[in-house]
T-cell receptor, first 112, second 113 residues
Framework: DTEVTQTPKHLVMGMTNKKSLKCEQH?????MYWYKQKAKKPPELMFVYSYEKLSINESVPSRFSPECPNSSLLNLHLHALQPEDSALYLCASSPQGAEGYTFGSGTRLTVV | GQQLNQSPQSMFIQEGEDVSMNCTSS?????WLWYKQDPGEGPVLLIALYKAGELTSNGRLTAQFGITRKDSFLNISASIPSDVGIYFCAGLIVTSGTYKYIFGTGTRLKVLA
């Protein structure tokens, strides 16, 4: 298995909702990442997990809460989002960090 | 913070033409990656470069790690319609033993059949 799987593919949520994005990989990678990408812009790093521990938080608002339950799974919990948070959320993984990332197909999030 | 600027921002080319794009920064990077992203999909890794001056090929794609370590170049030979997409460079930053890549501004490629 050489893929990063993200679910759901699309998500529409209200500003008072709580939802979660899921990411899974079975390549034995020990580093996992969340990126946010707005239309026609490059991906922007949000969080880095290394060996299941949060190692980088790029000053992301607390309405985004990451979780790494085990070495194969990465979640992003969403609560009280704003319309400007609408974007493509990408998960990626790499063997240990310096190597190239494998990205998932992303979750297209729309906040209404 | 570090920024990676890609040029051109976008380009239209005829099928069969060769394409060149570059990525420049004021900072030094130790690893460069090149990705391609199709609409609605995640980026796909094309080429990884780990050493200054390195020239690496992947089929019709050739990338080079600039000798100053502040730039990288990607060439596509004999373009075909499926080369359409956005090409991103990415440079590696190491902070307190943690690795992260930052992405360039992207080059949007359109191929005219």
């Amino acid at each position: 298995d050489t893929e990063v799987t993200q679910t759901p593919k699309h998500l529409v949520m209200g500003m008072t909702n709580k939802k979660s994005l899921k990411c899974e990989q079975h390549m034995g990678h020990r580093a996992m990442y969340w990126y946010k990408q707005k239309a026609k812009k490059p991906p922007e790093l949000m969080f880095v997990y290394s060996y299941e521990k949060l190692s980088i938080n790029e000053s992301v608002p607390s309405r985004f809460s990451p979780e790494c339950p085990n070495s194969s799974l990465l979640n992003l919990h969403l609560h009280a989002l704003q319309p400007e948070d609408s974007a493509l959320y990408l998960c990626a993984s790499s063997p240990q960090g310096a190597e190239g990332y494998t990205f998932g197909s992303g979750t297209r999030l729309t906040v209404v | 913070g570090q920024q990676l600027n890609q040029s051109p921002q976008s380009m239209f080319i005829q099928e069969g033409e060769d394409v060149s794009m570059n990525c420049t920064s004021s900072s030094i990077f130790n690893t460069w990656l090149w990705y391609k992203q199709d609409p609605g999909e995640g980026p796909v890794l094309l080429i990884a470069l780990y050493k200054a001056g390195e020239l690496t090929s992947n089929g019709r794609l050739t990338a080079q790690f600039g000798i100053t370590r502040k730039d990288s170049f990607l060439n596509i030979s004999a373009s075909i319609p499926s080369d359409v997409g956005i090409y991103f460079c990415a440079g590696l930053i190491v902070t307190s033993g943690t690795y992260k890549y930052i992405f360039g501004t992207g080059t949007r490629l359109k191929v005219l059949a």
